[in-house]
């Protein structure tokens, strides 16, 4: 069957239509599953698996705040290897290279079926290779909170990794000899999973803040490390220096500047590369000129937008997750400096607040002729990311701009079609790329306001057409016909199929 | 008419093709010192077939190696056609200018071009800088780029940020070239994370009367285009000089300045900068 974008979907799937097709439909929300344990201390995953009853088939969940330094997944895998426990589904809000103890579970049938938002390093290669028996389903950040309030992804043990909690469960990610900041993302698997079992390095009486609340939490489990450190922040988010980079941050501000949303009360999300960081610099120097005072930046927060809230030009903070250390400070010290759950961050059905973003700075791997763009699979088709919020801050944001260079090395980002599409192209706005900006026709809006413009704007058409004098047409990609894995709107349709390679 | 030149290693393809993004008004595709000894038939090729394929659209320059190489002579024979528009040339002085004239001639007549090709002579010793002023008269030259790294280093002074060792070069430069109506084209800054002191070097230079500067980053290009292009109030000045002007008889004054025909003259030349930068 084919979704209305002409994308291959396997049969009993629900088909992508529209990225507005939600709002045809009610909000499911199952009950919140609060405990009656009070006995919650346990102090190894054996206990916990015991105590838990964790068996075949089940679905454990993770969430990612501790990045490429995380060790209870990895933790938890192992106790799995250990039990040769089979058919488990892993429901992680992302998985990074760091977790390469899956590729072999894969291997072994321990985990058959794999729910994430992002994914790449050694598992996501061995999928696309076709290892995984069952299924991978690559959810949006909102996709994934509604999918579980919704109880479409049945979660039967959370482990929710938290760098300093209590013994009758309450969990901060400020706190502990492993902060992370804000702990956003497993808020849904706190409220919804069947039991809830909070890792911590750090027992503590006290909590600064509470991310995480004790009435959900089924046990306590301490351990000696729940991670690295150094992956989990790595303190050097830094604005690009790379002149490309930094022309194109400079032409999406002189854009944005242009189509008149950095105006007083605006809000932003940039994320946190380096063109990105760029853009926010840049936006910050032009709202000082201007005198502009914004309303919010929300998304995954780092030092840059920090230094706005602390220097006034914005009033508030909206945070699903801290990228360093002066965003953790933040947190901890600032009250306009504010946690936001996954689903209210992204969720369609939470009136959430990418709704409210003035403009959204997204990335591309590759980018189609109707603005379609692959966040999820590199130009040779394996997978090496995902959408995270893309498609959700696509959607809500009122200028979805895409930053990116026309070619990556000789690979032409602009494609007729992309290999995998993860953002439908009626969410995207503009695409600014070092050799002139598009804007998608649908958007005439924009096109009026720009007709007098200095900026070079071009057709996307013709944008293609003057990478490929330098990297001709690329051959089409020739993957193999079996589907390892879906790409899930954030309504739970599917958008794309993942294919081997 | 240039603010800005780009140098870009020739042996990058990466670079080449990139360079025309930039707002350089004009790309120095190098062939001299960014070229190890062993690149230097690769990039030369390289080069010759990237020019030939591709158009970026500027002032397209080509640093040479020098006379006292090996490789002049190949680097003009492959490179010289209507693909570019100007030679620049190293270590050069008021001898090997006048040769280069006369072998650009003789390959313009050979290969049949449609265009003169200009040079930029490089003043980077002591000896050529003593006859700059002749130099910058000769046939074709059109610009004299001044190159302050290997020029103190032939005084045997330190190459400071301020610059300082450089103030009598700089301006012996830039009289020469006023002299001659041609640009004076300052030094690259070297320090490429320093925009701040590469704004004060700018400064620095534009008010000995140097049109133009050279860049070795691209980050460097915007602040140069802004430092050498006429400011917003210099051109509403300038317009409200020549409106005045045309309805005036003798001198004027305007917010008690007196206007004569120097500021008049000024006020034109501003004009001409802002329309050929696309300013107004």
């Given at each position: ?27 499911v929300l199952i009950s919140e599953v609060k405990t009656k344990n009070k006995d919650k201390l346990v102090n190894s995953y054996a206990e916990v698996f015991e105590k838990l009853e964790i068996k075949d088939g089940m679905t454990l969940s993770f969430h990612h705040h501790l990045r490429n330094g995380d060790q209870v997944l990895n933790a938890c895998m192992e106790e799995v290897k250990r039990r040769d426990l089979k058919n488990l589904t892993i429901a992680a809000s992302a998985i990074f290279p760091n977790n390469e103890i899956l590729v072999e579970l894969i291997k072994n049938k321990n985990v058959t079926n794999i729910y994430t938002n992002y994914l790449n390093g050694p598992v996501a290669e061995a999928i696309s290779h076709g290892e995984l028996e069952g299924m991978l389903i690559m959810q949006t950040h909102g996709g994934r909170a509604r999918a579980i309030e919704a109880g479409e992804l049945k979660i039967d043990v959370a482990f929710i990794a938290t760098p300093a909690a209590t013994k009758s469960g309450g969990g901060s990610g400020v706190d502990g000899k492993n902060p992370c900041g804000v702990l956003g993302y497993p808020i849904p698997d706190m409220l919804y999973a069947k039991k809830k079992v909070v890792v911590t390095d750090s027992l503590v009486d006290k909590l600064t803040i509470t991310d995480i609340k004790h009435e959900y939490i089924d046990y306590v489990l301490k351990v000696d490390s729940i991670g690295d450190s150094k992956g989990i922040v ?86 699903v997750q801290c ?5 953790i ?10 946690l936001?759950s996954a689903s209210k961050y992204a969720n ?35 997978i090496?990311g995902g959408s995270g ?95 390892v894995g879906l790409?899930e709107?954030?309504?739970g ?5 993942l294919?081997?390679? | ?280």
């Open positions: 069957m084919k979704n209305s974008l002409g994308r291959k979907v396997p049969n009993g799937y629900p088909l992508f239509e529209a990225s507005n097709a939600f709002e045809k439909k009610k909000r790595s303190g050097t988010t830094q604005v690009t220096f790379d002149p490309i980079g930094l022309k194109i941050a400079k032409d999406a501000t002189h854009l944005l500047y242009e189509l008149g949303v950095i105006k007083d009360g605006f809000s932003m999300q940039t994320g946190a590369g380096g063109t990105s960081l760029a853009v926010a610099s840049f936006v910050r120097e032009k709202m000082i000129k201007e005198k502009i005072k914004g309303k919010m930046a929300s998304g995954g927060i780092t030092s840059y937008f920090v230094s706005m809230l602390e220097e006034g030009l914005i009033e508030e903070i909206r945070d990228f360093d250390l002066e965003a400070r933040s947190y901890k010290e600032n009250e306009k400096h504010y936001m369609p059905y939470d009136n959430p607040v990418v709704n409210d973003l003035s403009f959204m700075i997204l990335g591309a791997t590759e980018i189609d002729l109707d603005f379609n763009v692959n966040v999820t699979t590199s130009s040779n088709g394996v090496m919020g893309h498609s959700d801050a696509a959607y809500g944001a009122e200028i979805a701009l895409v930053v990116a260079k026309t070619m990556n090395a000789r690979i032409p980002i602009i494609k007729k079609a992309v290999t995998t599409i993860t953002t439908p192209g009626s969410d995207i706005d503009c695409l600014v790329t070092e050799r002139g900006i598009a804007i998608n026709p649908k958007r005439k809006d924009l096109l009026e306001k720009l007709k007098n413009s200095k900026l070079k704007i071009v057709s996307i058409e013709e944008l293609m057409e003057e990478t490929y004098k330098f990297t001709r047409e690329p051959k089409p990609l020739e993957l193999k016909s079996k589907v790409v709107y954030r309504d349709t599917i958008i794309d199929s294919y081997q390679v | 008419m240039r603010r800005s030149l780009l140098f870009v290693p020739g042996d990058n393809p990466g670079m080449l093709q990139s360079a025309g993004v930039y707002n350089a008004d004009a790309i120095i595709i190098d062939l001299e010192d960014s070229i190890s000894l062993s690149n230097k038939d690769s990039a030369r090729i390289l080069v010759e077939e990237f020019l030939k394929d591709y158009k970026l659209n500027k002032e397209i320059i080509v640093r040479v190696n020098s006379f006292d190489s090996p490789y002049y002579k190949e680097d003009l024979e492959t490179l010289v056609s209507d693909n570019i528009d100007t030679i620049l040339l190293p270590k050069a002085n008021l001898e090997n200018t006048v040769k280069l004239d006369a072998i650009l001639s003789k390959l313009e007549s050979k290969k049949n071009l449609t265009k003169t090709i200009k040079i930029i002579p490089l003043i980077e010793q002591v000896s050529s800088l003593l006859e700059v002023e002749d130099i910058a008269l000769l046939n074709r030259v059109d610009g004299i780029l001044l190159g302050a790294e290997d020029l103190t280093t032939d005084m045997g002074v330190e190459r400071t940020k301020k610059g300082y060792e450089i103030f009598y070069p700089r301006a012996k430069v830039a009289l020469a070239c006023i002299n001659a109506g041609i640009e004076a084209i300052d030094t690259p800054f070297t320090d490429t994370r320093d925009f701040i002191g590469l704004e004060e070097d700018c400064h620095m230079a534009k008010g000995l009367g140097f049109k133009a500067k050279s860049a070795i980053h691209p980050n460097h290009i915007d602040i140069i285009n802004k430092v050498y292009s006429p400011s917003k109030e210099e051109i509403v000045y300038a317009i409200q000089v020549l409106k005045m002007a045309k309805t005036s008889k003798g001198a004027f004054s305007i917010n008690n300045k007196m206007i004569d025909k120097p500021v008049i003259e000024r006020a034109k030349k501003t004009i001409e900068n802002a329309k050929a930068f696309g300013l107004i």
